[in-house]
């Protein structure tokens, strides 16, 4: 099976037949936004799809190429479509979130998304980028090297892209609509997925598995993606060591593993050999929370299935990691580190120019209608700041000099000192604004995340749009501005656009602004970014046009 056209729309089987055409072509894609109804744990709902298909179409293309991605509204929600992942070097108003590069795509309504892959190649994916539409609106992103250009790690038979992802029975939407109202955090997903499947669960122990048909002696690249909306996973197959080769459209030193950890927003590419005899063998996707916070504790479950092996056989189980297997993530975080070869070097800055220090956590804020609350309301913030959403998005006050729509002078330090990983200060209150820190264009840029104590720690897995970045550190505790930084990794360290803050600890990410806009930094978990765990950098233009940011499009969707 291989790719194929119908008018606009790519469909794209699981097994991969690279495309024939060279790169540097412009693909066309049409993503139809509809309504379908899926039965998924013994019960069947309308969910809100790309084309009908949940998880949605992979879509394929080579690095160079343009994508040309035309996206048609056919359901009563806004709707936009985020590119996770990729740089939109100065092509900011096809990056997709709502209100930050554009106004969203309203019922009835068209936008073409139009963005070229310059210098990258890897896995990456979509996803809606407003309310809990992502929860069933979501595909992978195979972005191919160039024709002749080789992997650099052992070339792989067959390769295939697992959506890891969760499944409620009720609508997302009013999920946490009933939240915002209440001031408590949302219901927990009912289950996980692996391409859209749970396999058998207590709730519906009928419920088929998602099975991945292997020949023996044959290796392949997984191209792991987790698109839930609120939590880390555990990835383990049953008698497979996994080998990592690539984070985040990254190349990485190879390593071996028998358990990825994976935070929504991550992708994870991984190699696995199919060197054991005939049989099924059990495929885990559980949950990891090292704090005292309800997760949806359904593990999810496939098969590795062997060619010539009996339905009928008995698969080879495994257990999947507790859920509080601080170790086990830890070990898997540690090991990773950028390639760093000749080819694909780590270009780490050595010399910063803005050192920012960032708190990210939850507050509590006064919410008189808030009756199941007592009269308040958890939110989230970053250096005590809950971001409020604009009504106009922030690219187009910004490129058109629109006034009142936000101010840049976001803290670059909390506002109030206090022993962040102990106990919780007096006041859990935050302020509100939309506020941005400004950056001059091609400024090198170190921030440290602290996570915080109030109400809980909670490991944040923290996505920046328009840059990759380094981890350059990473610790539990207080960050020691004076201790922790002689410590940084500044030869190899990897280089992601999507980073967990370790619950109770501190993680520094450098990177170079060398991209002009206004660019989100936002918690991939869902509930966080929707409480205001969230704030932009406004990149500057640099000098001439090839530093500046490109005029809007004529169909760019109006609020």
Avoid at 55 to 65: F, H, K, L, S, V
Avoid at 287 to 316: K, R
Avoid at 427 to 440: C, F, Q
């Amino acid at each position: 099976m291989g790719l194929y056209r119908v008018g606009f729309l790519v469909l794209v089987s699981f097994f991969c037949v690279y495309p024939s055409l060279t790169e540097g072509l412009v693909r066309h894609y049409k993503f139809n936004i509809v309504m379908k109804n899926t039965t998924r744990l013994c019960s069947s709902k309308p969910i809100v799809t790309v084309n009908g298909r949940y998880p949605g179409p992979t879509i394929y293309a080579r690095e160079d190429d343009t994508l040309l991605i035309k996206v048609v509204n056919h359901v009563k929600y806004n709707v936009s479509i985020h590119w996770h992942g990729v740089r939109q070097l100065r092509t900011g108003w096809a990056d997709g979130p709502a209100y930050i590069t554009q106004c969203p795509i309203q019922p009835g309504q068209v936008y073409v998304y139009n963005y070229t892959l310059t210098g990258q190649r890897g896995t990456l994916w979509w996803h809606a980028h407003i309310l809990w539409l992502r929860a069933t609106v979501h595909g992978a992103l195979v972005i191919l090297p160039k024709r002749g250009v080789p992997y650099p790690f052992p070339k792989p038979d067959h390769e295939k892209a697992i959506v890891l992802s969760e499944w409620w029975k009720s609508d997302t939407e009013n999920v946490i609509n009933e939240a915002l109202k209440s001031g408590l955090a949302p219901n927990v997903s009912d289950a996980h997925t692996i391409n859209g499947h749970s396999g058998p669960v207590k709730s519906c122990p009928s419920s088929m598995g998602y099975k991945l048909s292997v020949e023996r002696g044959e290796t392949y690249l997984l191209r792991l993606v987790n698109a839930a909306l609120n939590e880390e996973l555990f990835f383990k197959v049953a008698g497979h060591s996994l080998t990592v080769v690539e984070v985040d459209a990254l190349y990485v030193k190879p390593f071996k593993t028998d358990t990825v950890l994976i935070a929504p927003g991550q992708t994870t590419n991984v190699l696995l050999t199919a060197s054991k005899s005939a049989g099924k063998y059990l495929v885990t996707v559980s949950p990891f929370m090292d704090a005292p916070i309800a997760v949806d504790n359904v593990t999810a479950t496939a098969t590795v299935h062997y060619s010539g092996t009996l339905s009928s056989s008995a698969t080879v189980l495994t257990l999947p990691p507790p859920q509080n297997s601080t170790a086990i993530s830890n070990n898997f975080t540690n090991s990773l580190r950028s390639l760093n070869s000749k080819k694909y070097p780590a270009l780490v800055p050595k010399e910063v120019d803005h050192h920012l220090f960032f708190t990210v956590g939850l507050g509590v804020n006064p919410c008189p209608t808030c009756k199941a609350a007592n009269g308040s309301r958890v939110v989230a913030s970053i250096n005590n700041v809950t971001f409020t959403m604009p009504t106009t998005a922030l690219l187009q006050a910004h490129y058109f000099n629109i006034s009142g729509v936000f101010t840049t002078d976001f803290p670059k330090n909390p506002p109030h000192v206090y022993n962040y990983t102990g106990s919780p200060p007096a006041n859990l209150a935050t302020e509100k604004g939309t506020r941005l820190y400004k950056l001059p264009y091609n400024a090198t840029v170190e921030v440290v995340l602290q996570d915080t104590g109030i109400i809980s720690p909670e490991n944040h897995p923290v996505h920046l749009h328009g840059f990759n970045f380094f981890q350059v550190g990473r610790g539990i505790g207080n960050f020691n501005p004076k201790k922790d930084p002689k410590s940084f990794n500044l030869d190899d360290p990897v280089e992601r656009n999507t980073i967990g803050v370790p619950s109770g600890g501190w993680v520094a990410i450098r990177f170079r602004a060398d991209n002009p806009g206004v660019w989100f930094m936002h918690c991939h978990l869902e509930v966080h970014t929707t409480w205001g765990l969230k704030m932009a950098f406004l990149v500057e233009n640099g000098k001439g046009p090839n530093e500046s940011v490109l005029p809007p499009p004529n169909d760019l969707p109006k609020c």
